[in-house]
């Protein structure tokens, strides 16, 4: 899928300022925080939220290219590294946050982080740094594809799972997840992609005016989320500490999985240029995909604080995660100078 907001430039990144589009969210949190929509204009922005998640998974649906998918399945077991990396060690590493005690940890920020360990990796971004790294552009493509496809089937079961057990939530999650996932995301992608034969040329031609509109998306799931969470109590129950909380394991969490990912591809051995698609593609988290699964999983009150780990993990992957790409493309090119870029085919 398209839309992982976000890349910024190098200098951006080494100044540690946060990318526009992160920007932009956080002006509409704030928006949200002072100005929440309340009664019939909740009621208006619930709906069109459900509509812009609808078409959000029906445009990613269309953009996804077959070629894409199997242009790398030669190297089926880097991908399932890759598939591990995402929905077996970070579920894992989530759990163990969830088993810090609740005096350190809000119960409702260990169960952003669960959230945040399910969700599947980015395709933009994975791609654009694996390209950086002078890595395999067409494996990146395939595995961070691949990624999102299966998320949309296993992350509502680990979620069903995993947060049902830990946080105590409802009885009967899990169904309605799944019933909401199938209704809001799994059919209109599948429309999607069955009515690419006739739609994709338009897609590919505008797939600057598709990008605004991802985000426009996200920004509309993001203030109506916001909006119930902050009637519901939000600032009131997180705090500063909380947020340097979230920071912090969010930060540990992906300095984890980049050395486990990056010991585990010199282990098996793999090429360089395959290493840096294992490192960034199983170390990523959607942003574009976990706002809208979060509110499509989750009622409006909860949606605020689920997201709240997303977004600023969000922003520490793009900053690391560049400074990486570079000493990789260093490193490459030191032994092939000439060496240039695969391009996805």
């Known amino acids: 899928m398209e839309g992982d907001f976000g890349m910024m430039g190098l200098g951006g990144i080494f100044r540690f300022r946060p990318d526009p589009f992160t920007q932009i969210l956080i002006a509409t949190v704030l928006v949200a925080s002072l100005l929440p929509c309340r009664g019939q204009a909740a009621i208006f922005f619930g709906w069109a939220t459900t509509a812009a998640i609808v078409l959000l998974f029906f445009m990613h649906g269309a953009k996804l290219s077959r070629q894409a998918i199997f242009g790398g399945l030669a190297v089926w077991r880097l991908h399932l590294a890759v ?165 912090g394991l969010s930060t540990a969490l992906l300095a984890i999985v980049l050395v486990v990912t990056t010991v585990g591809a010199r282990i098996a051995g793999l090429s360089v240029e395959d290493e840096t698609v294992l490192v960034f593609c199983g170390s990523k988290k959607s942003l574009a995909s976990g706002v809208p699964m979060a509110g499509a999983l989750f009622v409006p009150a909860q949606v605020g604080l689920i997201i709240l780990p997303v977004m600023v993990f969000h922003q520490i992957q793009l900053i690391v995660c560049a400074a990486i790409a570079q000493h990789y493309a260093r490193r490459v090119e030191r032994v092939t100078p000439d060496l240039e870029p695969r391009a996805a085919s």
Not at 89 to 109: H, N, R, T
Not at 122 to 131: C, H, K, L, W
Not at 154 to 183: E, K, N, R, Y
Request: charge should be neutral.
């Open 83 to 247: 598939l591990s990396s995402t929905y077996i060690l970070f579920p894992l590493l989530g759990l163990a946050i969830a088993m810090l005690p609740d005096s350190l940890v809000d119960p409702g920020i260990k169960m952003g982080m669960m959230f945040l360990c399910i969700l599947p990796s980015t395709v933009q971004s994975s791609i654009a740094f694996t390209s950086m790294a002078r890595g395999n552009v067409p494996a990146a493509v395939c595995s961070a594809s691949l990624s999102n496809i299966v998320g949309i089937f296993i992350t509502p079961l680990l979620a069903g799972v995993l947060i049902h057990s830990q946080m105590d939530v409802a009885d009967g999650f899990l169904l309605t997840a799944i019933q909401s996932i199938a209704m809001k995301l799994l059919a209109p992608f599948i429309a999607g992609h069955l009515m690419r034969p006739w739609i994709g040329g338009f897609v590919d031609r505008h797939r600057v005016f598709l990008g605004r509109l991802d985000r426009g998306s996200i920004l509309l799931v993001v203030y109506t989320a916001f909006s119930a969470a902050v009637i519901d109590g939000l600032w009131h129950r997180v705090s500063g500490f909380d947020l340097a909380l979230i920071a």
